[in-house]
C-alpha cells in the first residue's frame, strides 16, 4: 500500500515540477518577444495617411468627362469597321429602348431601368439614367413597363411612356 502511495506521491510531484517548467519556459519566451514599432505606412499608426476615397458611383450619374474622346477617322478605321459603326451610332441623336422601371429617384432627377437591347447601341442590361425633365418622373414608378426615348449625346432619358402590361 505503501508503495502505491509513494507512486502517486511522484507522479504528482514530476506533473507539478513539469507544470512549473513549462509555465517558466513560456513566460520568458512572451517576455523576449517585442513587436516592431508601427511605421506611419501601417494603417494602425496614428499618423497613417487615410485610404484613398473610392471613386464616385456612376451608376445613376453621368458628366461630360464620361462622353468617349473624339478618335481620328484613321483609328477606326483600323478596327475593321468597328469604329465606323461607333461613329454612326454616335451620330444618332437619338435611340428608343424598353425595359421595367427597378427605381426612381426623384431628388436626383434619375430612374433605374432594367431594359432589353437597344439595336445597334447597347445590350439589354439594368442601368441608371438621368431624366430631362426631372417632371418626367412623376408619371413612373418601380414595376411600370415602360418605353424610353435616349438623347445619345446628352446620355438621359427625354421621353417616357408607360406601356400597357
Known sequence: MQSQ???????MVTWSVSCSLSLV???GC???????????????????????????SK?????????????????????GGHGVQMAQQ?????????????????????????HKAIPGFMDAMTMGYRIEPPSL?????AGDSIRFT???????IVKIEKMQE
Not at 5 to 11: A, T
Not at 95 to 107: D, F, N, R
Open 5 to 11: 502511495s509513494l507512486w502517486s506521491w511522484l507522479g
Open 25 to 27: 519556459v513560456f513566460t
Open 30 to 56: 512572451v517576455a523576449a518577444y517585442t513587436p516592431p514599432p508601427l511605421t506611419t505606412q501601417h494603417p494602425a499608426h496614428p499618423e497613417a495617411t487615410a485610404a484613398p476615397a473610392p471613386p464616385p
Open 59 to 79: 451608376t445613376l450619374a453621368y458628366v461630360p468627362s464620361d462622353l468617349p474622346a473624339p478618335q481620328p477617322a484613321i483609328s477606326m478605321a483600323q478596327h
Open 90 to 114: 454616335q451620330s444618332q441623336q437619338t435611340v428608343v429602348g424598353e425595359g421595367k422601371v427597378i427605381a426612381v429617384v426623384p431628388s436626383s432627377g434619375q430612374i433605374v431601368v432594367d
Open 137 to 141: 418622373l412623376e408619371s413612373v414608378k
Open 150 to 156: 435616349l438623347d445619345t449625346q446628352r446620355k438621359a
